[in-house]
């Protein structure tokens, strides 16, 4: 599948053609099983036809995700607001060419993005930095087409392989995490109806047939011209 470049989804010749691609996102703790769902997501799509484009954040590869991968190795110490706001600024920073493919054509799968920004930070419970202060750094980015959230019992994803090797990876985090995470639903603002919870305590497959069954359908849609622009990420009203 990989070409000369080292793309492991090298573009395709559409069969028909496409309006644009779409933006789909998948969150969760820590060990959900994001980043191995991402990847097949992102073969079934292109076994599908379809051109496709596979990111994570943070993007550890740029000058500010260098800074945050110190950070979250425990190797730097930084105020919670400026950690937030170079996670911010490292989402910024792909915000352009994430427009950009799009517009080509190309389907996005993100691993993580602003929803986990945000959350993360209001979960360290510092009665400075709530959820809508977290959040306002992102409006004016991409808007995700759907955001699936992996929804998995602290307790479980701590048993997982790998687990602690970071610094946000402690039990007492995550179920805040995964609390604030679940609250998106009851907001009644943008994120709750983006969002779609998916069990990720199921097996491997049968997680990833339940978000083949939540996006497929989406990509389809805004392939053939449901939703003609991209939208962005827009502020909550006041006090939230």
């Known amino acids: 599948m990989a070409s000369l470049s080292g793309d492991p989804y090298p573009y395709q010749q559409q069969a028909r053609p496409v309006s644009r691609g779409a933006f789909i ?6 060990r959900a099983g994001k980043t191995t769902q991402v990847k097949r997501l992102c073969d079934s799509l292109y076994a ?8 994570r954040f943070p993007d550890r590869t740029t000058p500010v ?16 607001h400026s950690i937030h706001l170079l996670f911010s600024a490292n989402r910024w920073e792909k915000a352009a060419w994430i427009k950009g493919q799009i517009s080509q054509g190309y389907t996005i ?22 959820l809508g202060w977290a959040r306002s750094p992102d409006v004016g980015l991409p808007r995700p087409d759907r955001m699936i959230f992996l929804d998995l019992d602290a307790k479980e994803a701590e048993a997982r392989g790998g687990y602690g090797e970071e610094k946000y990876e402690k039990r007492s985090m995550q179920e805040r995490v995964r609390e604030l995470f679940l609250g998106l ?15 990720a305590g199921q097996s491997v497959e049968h997680v990833a047939h339940a978000i083949w069954k939540e996006t497929s359908g989406v990509v389809q849609s805004v392939e053939s011209g449901s939703r003609k622009q991209i939208g962005t990420v827009g502020p909550w009203p006041e006090g939230q």
């Not at 799968?109 to 979960?123: E, K």
């Open 25 to 30: 996102v998948v969150e969760g703790l820590d």
């Open 48 to 55: 599908q036809g379809h051109n496709v484009k596979m990111i």
């Open 65 to 80: 995700g260098k800074m945050i991968d110190g950070y979250l190795q425990s190797k730097a110490q930084l105020d919670d």
């Open 109 to 130: 799968i993100c691993d993580r993005y602003y929803y986990s920004g945000m959350v993360y930070s209001a979960a360290k419970q510092n009665p400075a930095l709530s």
């Open 185 to 199: 639903l009851l907001k009644g603002e943008e994120e709750s109806t983006d969002m779609v919870v998916v069990d």
